[in-house]
């Protein structure tokens, strides 16, 4: 059974970089048949998604963040990251990683992690 | 961006009441629409995707339809355990976005 753990350094201050890390166990992330992404939730805009990576590094970005965002992928250590940078309040959210079958970067998300809060503050 | 509208927002209601949840896009996207199960904590859950397919362990009380622009997601027979934020999303194009939940509160 594939689990997605995320994990990160905690608070980041305003105009930081948020970098989150998700480790796979029970499943590869090399496989040619999924994407690996990351989707937010915060109470103004409820559920984003991001962006995703294939086995690849072949990656799509939600275009509200693009200009931010870099999402790369590990796969001797199967794990993909999240970089965003010059960080707001709004980015305050919970960052799940999440994995799209099937091989479509447009796909529902069959795995999720549990998610990390990031707090971004002076 | 394709925008998804769910309503209710919430609700409330009591063990074994049949519930519906309604989403609609913004335009037509044939049946890419998924639902999710959200409790604070807990890994977020598929429930179905191609607005009707149960995915594998999710029980047969949740039921979807719909196609196009207008979609539902059922519960019949509502269990303690269902209590609990549901999401639509369309995976018709990228981005792909996600309906503003409804959360469905005990009576």
């Known amino acids: 059974q594939l689990q997605l753990q995320e994990s990160g350094p905690g608070p980041v201050r305003p105009s930081e970089t948020l970098s989150l890390t998700c480790t796979a166990s029970?499943?590869?992330?090399?496989?040619?048949?999924?994407?690996w992404g990351w989707i937010r939730q915060s109470p103004g805009l409820g559920l984003e998604w991001i962006g995703s990576?294939?086995?690849?590094?072949?990656?799509r970005y939600n275009p509200s963040l693009r200009s931010r965002v870099t999402i790369s992928i590990d796969t001797s250590n199967n794990q993909f990251s999240l970089n965003l940078n010059s960080v707001t309040a709004a980015d305050t959210a919970v960052y799940f990683c999440?994995?799209?079958?099937?091989?479509?970067?447009?796909?529902?998300?069959?795995?999720w992690g549990r998610g990390a809060l990031v707090t971004v503050s002076s | 961006d394709i925008q998804m509208t769910q309503s209710p927002s919430s609700l409330s209601a009591s063990v074994g009441d049949r519930v519906t949840i309604t989403c609609r896009a913004s335009q037509n996207i044939k049946n890419y629409l998924n639902w999710y199960q959200l409790k604070k904590g807990e890994a977020p859950k598929v429930l179905i995707s191609g607005a009707t397919n149960l995915q594998s362990g999710v029980p047969f009380r949740f039921s979807g339809s719909g196609s196009g622009t207008d979609f539902t997601l059922t519960i019949s027979g509502l269990q303690p355990e269902d209590f609990a934020t549901y999401y639509c999303q369309q995976s018709y194009t990228i981005p792909v976005t996600f309906g503003g939940g409804t959360k469905v509160e005990i009576k």
């Open positions: 999440v994995r799209s079958p099937g091989g479509l970067i447009a796909a529902h998300f069959d795995y």
């Open positions: 029970g499943g590869s992330i090399s496989s040619n048949s999924y994407f």
């Open positions: 990576i294939y086995y690849s590094g072949s990656a």
